[in-house]
């Protein structure tokens, strides 16, 4: 067909060949195809990009980050060696501003070695120019587990709601895999597998099996989670986990694309939009904690960002702010990075932080 993209050609010769495509394995490739993914050919973030995350609002965001890690570093009992990792880095602005942020306590500086988790080579040379002139030691790895042995601090701000999500839809007959197709116009439509899923019912909360027929219900494969949970239980360190998401698990879609700052179909113009769900922090904690390590909170955006003393930061930054517009803005950053409702992110972004037993509990988690 003529004006399709790449990736919309090779999505449909793989429907074609295989037949119908689960959710999670359409969303997989709309991000990650090694060369038409919407990851792999673009930096998407910012304000001429088609997002905002909460580092690239406001510096403030960053720099709390990094004195939560040195606190978590001196509850480790200061290790002459650690490893602080990032999923997902973006543009590096958050890693940026955490160190920067740290240089008032050079023991932590000094012990730090820098892991990023990319799979995107486009934002990977944007990490690397935002990051070298810090001259600390740096490394690349495409996942975790490519990250070397030893005690960790880990951060992933916006990095779960990317991994892909698989839907099942509740019938008469048990829940069946939600998948896509090439319907009866010529264009990508969901469908349902036709036999359900063996034994789904058993891995789902009550409240969740006793949902209505035509019920969504979304789950991510768990091997992130647990790799993450079986690191810290073995190697140590502490894992600092913000995203949109939920505390309770139940039903409902929420998988949604976003293009040049406006919602978009997901199924229409794959690899040319991000496509994000949220995160099912319920899932997560049962994951990682399986694994051997404790969990703490969820708890809201604006309560965790509150504890750690965004107030005073603000007033800080508001004091050495040289026209009236720049102290403007940091009302506004920080309105938007702890306000509640639709505008605000205080509410719908949780945090939280699973961490080897001997750290104890980690700021901003009392
Ligand atoms: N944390 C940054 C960027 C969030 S966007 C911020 O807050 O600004 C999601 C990030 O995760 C991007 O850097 C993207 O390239 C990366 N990413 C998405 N899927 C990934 C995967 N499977 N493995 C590694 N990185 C991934």
């Not at 909360?205 to 979304?218: C, D, L, M, T, Y």
């Not at 789950?219 to 079986?230: I, S």
């Not at 899932?283 to 965790?304: H, K, R, W, Y």
């Amino acid at each position: 067909m003529a004006g399709l993209s790449p990736l919309e050609t090779e999505i449909r010769r793989r429907i074609s060949a295989a037949g119908p495509m689960p959710v999670g394995e359409y969303m997989g490739l709309c991000l990650g195809h090694p060369e038409f993914g919407y990851y792999i050919t673009r930096d998407p973030l910012g304000r001429r990009g088609d997002f905002i995350t909460a580092p690239e609002i406001s510096q403030m965001f960053g720099e709390l980050i990094g004195l939560w890690m040195a606190t978590v570093w001196t509850q480790m009992g200061s290790p002459e060696r650690i490893r602080v990792v990032e999923l997902g880095p973006g543009r590096g602005t958050l890693m940026n501003d955490a160190l920067r942020a740290v240089q008032m306590i050079p023991a932590f500086r000094e012990a730090l070695v820098v892991h990023l988790v990319e799979i995107s080579p486009a934002l990977e040379n944007a990490q690397e120019r935002t990051l070298e002139h810090l001259g600390v030691p740096m490394s690349w790895h495409p996942t975790l587990e490519d990250v070397p042995k030893g005690p960790a601090i880990i951060i992933a701000n916006e990095f779960f709601d990317a991994l892909p999500i698989n839907h099942a839809v509740k019938t008469a007959r048990g829940w069946h895999e939600r998948q896509i197709e090439i319907g009866p116009e010529g264009k990508f439509a969901f469908t349902l597998a036709p036999d359900p899923i063996a034994h789904f019912d058993m891995l789902l909360p009550a409240g969740v099996r006793a949902a209505p027929e035509q019920s969504i219900f979304e789950w991510r494969d768990d091997k992130v989670a647990m790799n993450l949970g079986k690191r810290l239980a073995d190697q140590g360190g502490a894992a600092l986990v913000i995203d949109y998401g939920h505390a309770d698990q139940g039903v409902g879609e929420t998988l949604q694309a976003v293009g040049n700052h406006a919602y978009a179909d997901p199924l229409t113009t794959p690899g040319e939009v991000d496509i994000t769900a949220h995160v099912d922090f319920r899932a997560l904690s049962l994951a990682v904690e399986a694994m051997g390590a404790e969990g703490f909170g969820p708890i809201d955006q604006s309560t965790f960002l509150g504890r750690l003393g965004i107030e005073t930061r603000a007033a800080a930054l508001k004091k050495k702010a040289t026209s009236r517009s720049a102290s403007a803005d940091v009302d506004a950053a920080l309105a938007r990075l702890i306000g509640h409702g639709r505008t605000g992110m205080g509410e719908l972004f949780k945090v939280a932080c699973f961490a080897n037993a001997s750290v104890g509990v980690p700021p901003g988690f009392a």
